[in-house]
């Protein structure tokens, strides 16, 4: 049927080919998704309107020279916020194979397509290349990558976020989400005068048939390109395969025979009479698609050939050379990646190369690693000493050579880590840069650091700005690695303050564990903005807590298999529109199995204990130094004022008056130049 209505584009304008886990599904028909196009504009459809006539007319009859081959120039914008639709360059890779076999008969699995349509399965002729070459003619693999939660809705937006000139390049988004389908696109006459619409996107899930995709999966691009060069669905203008409505409906191509569409591999299927469905064709929702038709081949490249949308500029030679993909490949990039920057000495960092684009040769240096050297595209490397290490990667391509060194790339943490407990107030860190503690910030828009404004003790706390962030995107505050080997009966104690900006906001504040020293984490305590989250209120300018506006949390929940010499917590904010958090006072505290027994070992002892009124505590110092001495609860906190003292080397008896403090167990940690020590101290009566 070649008809041609503003009804049709109204109803028929944006080709999405949608599929979920189980079945295909269409959008063909939403009214939404044009009205981005047009802005329900009369003259924007009568150009679409003028658009269509022109290719179909140039359609009509056309026959195309079958020796004549075309290259694209493709570009794939990968958008992703940091999670499994960060696809890699593999996957990419593999989809562009499976295009240029899909669109020149390489696919092994034509052969098995039924003797009905065997003789006429196509060779389209189209060749697709990742671009060489960026639109300012810098070296490029073809391949970009854009961090945004727009991933997530797979819309028009997303695609605004970047895009290559269409008259050079096909534009190809991935995302976590395609608008709900599996990918989607619109036909040339459609995006004529909506260059900035133009491109296919598609699901991270979708693209190939390695990483994330499958190969159940992989052709999901080969429909969209269809579409993307005015290919309809075979059963023709319609979003219900399987409708009988759909046998009065055409392809507008001959040697496709009238059907209802499919959703399952029907190769006995005649939906529309005695006449076999060409079931296995790429622009079915069957799954068992293996083949274009002779007709579908020359409607492709009648749209390929026609000025409609630019198509017939991009595979011009003098496009194709200044998109790079006709030259030799140039190797113009050093690169590579690790699935960790930070690790716990005595594990590995996994290495990969990233360079292109034409890696002949390759050399890489770690020192402080084993091995120390190594020529493998994806090495492991394996780090014994704590300590900040430099990576070095050289590529060549037979003449030349580059190089990409990463000063600070590995940093190894001690393992196993400091004992409990622990108290953590701020009040001796300038900069939670080159402390203990670990910030992630994956947007760079702000994240935790040291303030002055608020405290619960002392004058210090962390704050993380909470107004340039876009909601859903987090940061975390890491903890240094601790030893809980010997602990029992963990509890992690934390003061906090957050207020809401309005009652809508949606900011989240996770309290996770970890006992791999960081590499898998495990949630404990989850709080809310519209709960448990909010002690502030609703605070329009900027929040700074006063003292009446701090809560306290303690986690009890930190089981036996946290009980390790590589534990680690973390605190992550999930943004939603609210205003700054503030933490302080963050304790780490258990009972200690064998305390007393290794602290008498070591130098340090408290007699009696159990002790009522008072006790006495003996150092044996082996140096001299600054000695501070504290009594905390079992949750970290001071009990009592600390004691400074300047001590000399040799024995030495404290006598520690305990009447202010009810019965119950406590620790005296004993610290500094020359000792740190804890020892449990019980008052009163207890065993």
Not at 29 to 49: A, C, F, K, V, W
Not at 222 to 229: A, D
Not at 263 to 281: K, P, Y
Not at 466 to 495: H, K, Q, W
């Amino acid at each position: 049927m070649r008809s041609i209505s503003l009804f049709g584009i109204a109803v028929f304008a944006t080709a999405l080919h949608a599929q979920d886990d189980a079945n295909f599904s269409c959008l063909t028909h939403d009214p939404g998704l044009l009205s981005r196009i047009t802005n329900d504009d009369p003259e924007m459809l009568q150009r679409m309107e003028m658009a269509r006539t022109e290719l179909e007319l140039r359609t009509d009859g056309f026959e195309r020279d079958r020796g004549q081959g075309f290259v694209i120039p493709v570009v794939f914008h990968i958008v992703h916020a940091f999670g499994q639709e960060n696809i890699s360059n593999e996957q990419v890779e593999d989809a562009i194979r499976i295009l240029n076999d899909d669109y020149n008969k390489e696919n092994p699995d034509w052969v098995n397509v039924r003797p009905a349509f065997l003789d006429l399965v196509a060779d389209v002729g189209i060749t697709f290349r990742l671009a060489q070459r960026d639109p300012q003619g810098n070296c490029s693999n073809g391949i970009t990558r854009t961090v945004s939660t727009l991933t997530h809705e797979g819309d028009y937006a997303m695609t605004q976020l970047i895009q290559w000139p269409r008259d050079r390049y096909m534009n190809i988004w991935v995302g976590a989400q395609a608008n709900g389908a599996a990918g989607y696109t619109n036909y040339p006459w459609v995006l004529d005068n909506s260059p900035q619409s133009d491109g296919i996107v598609v699901r991270a899930g979708y693209v190939g048939s390695i990483g994330t995709s499958s190969p159940g999966r992989s052709r999901v691009l080969s429909h969209e390109v269809g579409h993307w060069l005015n290919l309809q669905h075979c059963w023709g203008n319609s979003n219900d395969p399987g409708s009988e409505d759909n046998c009065s409906m055409d392809d507008g191509v001959q040697d496709t025979p009238l059907t209802k569409g499919w959703t399952s591999c029907a190769l006995s299927g005649a939906s529309c009479g005695s006449a076999l469905d060409n079931v296995e064709n790429y622009m079915e929702y069957s799954y068992c698609d293996k083949m274009f038709t002779l007709g579908q081949a020359d409607r492709m490249i009648a749209a390929l050939t026609s000025s409609v949308a630019d198509r017939s500029d991009l595979w011009q030679p003098t496009n194709l050379s200044a998109t790079g993909v006709t030259d030799d490949p140039l190797l113009c990039h050093a690169e590579f990646s690790m699935d960790r920057h930070q690790i716990c000495a005595g594990e590995s960092i996994s290495f990969t190369d990233l360079s292109y684009n034409h890696v002949v040769t390759r050399s890489w240096e770690f020192p402080g690693g084993a091995p120390t050297t190594s020529t493998d595209y994806h090495p492991d490397v394996v780090y014994d000493e704590p300590g900040t290490y430099p990576v070095t990667l050289t590529v060549g391509d037979g003449t030349s050579t580059l190089s990409s060194t990463q000063i600070v790339a590995v940093e190894v943490l001690p393992y196993p880590g400091m004992t409990i407990p622990f108290a953590e107030g701020f009040e001796a860190i300038d900069d939670l840069n080159g402390s203990d503690w670990t910030t992630f910030d994956p947007y760079s828009d702000g994240t935790y650091n040291v303030t002055s404004l608020a405290s619960v003790t002392g004058s210090q706390s962390v704050r993380l700005p909470n107004t340039g962030s876009m909601s859903g995107r987090t940061d975390a505050l890491i903890s240094p690695v601790f030893d809980l080997s010997d602990a029992e009966e963990i509890t992690l104690t934390y003061r906090y303050a957050f207020a809401k900006r309005n009652n809508d906001n949606v900011d989240g504040l996770g309290v996770y564990v970890s006992n791999d020293c960081g590499t898998t984490w495990s949630l404990r305590r989850q709080l809310w903005a519209i709960s448990t989250l909010s002690t502030g209120g609703v605070v329009v300018g900027n929040f700074v807590p006063t003292e009446e506006q701090w809560a306290e949390n303690t986690i009890t929940s930190i089981s036996g298999n946290y009980a390790v010499e590589g534990f680690r917590f973390k605190f992550q904010f999930t943004h939603g529109g609210g205003n700054d958090l503030y933490l302080d006072d963050i304790n780490l505290n258990g009972l200690t199995v064998g305390m007393d027994d290794r602290s008498n070992s070591e130098g340090i002892r408290l007699w009696p204990n159990p002790a009522q009124d008072r006790a006495t505590l003996e150092m044996d110092l082996v140096a001299n130094g600054q000695v501070s001495i504290r009594i905390l609860d079992v949750l970290g906190r001071p009990v009592a004022p600390s004691a400074q003292l300047r001590m000399g080397r040799g024995l030495h008896r404290i006598d520690l008056p305990l009447t202010n403090l009810a019965d119950g167990t406590y620790f005296l940690h004993v610290y500094g130049d020359p000792v740190d020590q804890m020892v449990k101290l019980i008052v009163g009566q207890h065993p």
